[in-house]
């Protein structure tokens, strides 16, 4: 198995946490493959056989040679290939960092993913055609962070009451309220309900309730966090915990699930 994290271009890194490569002979088989949402959206580029993406209500085929955007999720996904030689490569953007590449409210792609032709229609074209003609995966990199480049150079979409509230919702770890969001922002939740509808595609609470599962998911069955300063009681945090892994803590103490943890 082969998994590499490749930094981004420094134009995109205020954008993009991390570019991964992954290849394999036997796909996802035996690697643990639940991905929790963590807030930020993902392009990938299956370039050796397929991928599929199933959450509780649906199953996605992400077609070898295409390339998919796939929005914020609340819900938890398994990633799954066919049991054969498997080659992909991801990209993860930042929360509010996705927004700056659509022409679309992003509301329209929560917990859904969608092929690069019918976001960016003829644009995409020539995008397809250059990854699908260069066999080295490091230099289809190279082609996709181009293109977003140059996406980025076009937007205007850049809203600072977004920006400056995911920073600080994600500086809390999620513990913040969304009254003091309205005092902090001088906007009413109404107003950044809407904000974060149309740049995000969840709501204010929406992200903060995710970023604090992350805080606890990421020390999971460590000692160096204590659930009481995230959660009221026990209750509350196995609640949590089930909404975006689909497990009790319990549950999931069972299996390994390190490999998914990197997405």
């Keep these: 198995m082969k998994l590499?994290?490749?930094q981004p271009r420094q134009e995109l890194k205020p954008y993009i946490t991390k570019i991964w490569l992954f290849e394999n002979n036997s796909g996802f088989i035996n690697?643990?493959?639940?991905i929790a949402p963590n807030a930020r959206a993902k392009i990938?580029?299956?370039?050796?056989?397929?991928?599929?993406?199933?959450?509780?209500k649906k199953t996605d085929i992400c077609k070898e040679g295409d390339i998919y955007f796939i929005?914020?999720?609340?819900?938890?996904v398994t990633?799954?290939?066919?049991?054969?030689?498997?080659?992909?490569?991801?990209?993860?953007?930042?929360?509010?960092?996705?927004?700056?590449?659509?022409?679309?409210?992003?509301?329209?792609?929560?917990?859904?993913?969608?092929?690069?032709?019918d976001l960016y229609?003829?644009?995409?074209?020539?995008?397809?055609?250059?990854?699908?003609?260069?066999e080295d995966p490091k230099l289809k990199i190279n082609i996709i962070q181009e293109f977003l480049i140059k996406q980025l150079s076009n937007d205007r979409r850049n809203n600072l009451v977004v920006n400056y509230s995911v920073n600080l919702i994600s500086s809390l770890h999620g513990l913040t309220t969304i009254n003091e969001l309205e005092k902090k922002t001088g906007y009413s939740k109404r107003y950044l309900d809407l904000l974060f509808k149309n740049h995000l595609g969840i709501s204010p609470k929406t992200l903060a309730t995710i970023y604090r599962f992350q805080h606890?998911?990421?020390?999971?069955?460590?000692?160096?966090i204590n659930s009481d300063d995230l959660y009221y009681d026990q209750s509350h945090l196995i609640k949590e915990f089930r909404r975006?892994?689909?497990?009790?803590?319990?549950?999931?103490?069972?299996f390994n699930n390190d490999f998914g943890k990197h997405f």
């Design 71 to 76: 929005g914020l999720r609340d819900v938890p």
């Design 121 to 134: 229609g003829k644009d995409s074209k020539d995008l397809y055609q250059k990854i699908t003609d260069t």
């Design 216 to 224: 606890f998911y990421k020390h999971f069955s460590t000692e160096e």
């Design 31 to 34: 690697h643990g493959t639940l």
């Design 244 to 254: 975006y892994t689909g497990y009790s803590p319990k549950q999931y103490s069972k």
């Design 44 to 56: 990938i580029i299956p370039y050796k056989s397929e991928l599929t993406t199933t959450d509780n």
């Design 4 to 6: 590499q994290f490749i």
């Design 79 to 117: 990633l799954g290939t066919p049991k054969d030689i498997t080659g992909s490569i991801g990209v993860e953007l930042t929360t509010h960092g996705a927004y700056r590449f659509m022409n679309i409210p992003m509301h329209q792609l929560t917990n859904n993913l969608f092929s690069f032709s």
